[in-house]
């Protein structure tokens, strides 16, 4: 299965939140704050009224409770509408 966008809608998937602490201990994903960084997977055409600026593989942080939560075939997706992006991270 795809899943295609409609509108001003972005496809995101969540980069995990892995980090390591100073003395070298490995924090699993779940034990902290989820990340606002993601990846994006898919762009919706925009409207007439918005023009889309991000583009499939941007990495981007977007607003912290922002977007509806998606599994499609074991995978986790975010869709947020581009409002919700902050910024293009390069």
């Known amino acids: 299965?795809?899943?295609v966008p409609l509108g001003d809608r972005v496809v995101l998937k969540q980069l995990e939140a892995e980090e390591t602490t100073k003395s070298g201990i490995v924090?699993?994903?779940q034990s902290k704050e989820k990340p606002q960084q993601?990846?994006?997977i898919a762009v919706g055409p925009g409207t007439e009224e918005v023009k889309m600026e991000v583009?499939?593989?941007d990495q981007v942080i977007y607003s912290k409770y922002s977007g509806t939560d998606v599994k499609l075939d074991d995978t986790?997706?975010?869709i947020v509408k581009q409002s919700d992006i902050l910024a293009i991270v390069k």
């Open 38 to 40: 993601a990846e994006v």
């Open 1 to 3: 299965m795809k899943l």
């Open 27 to 29: 924090l699993p994903g």
């Open 55 to 57: 583009k499939k593989g």
């Open 76 to 78: 986790e997706y975010i």
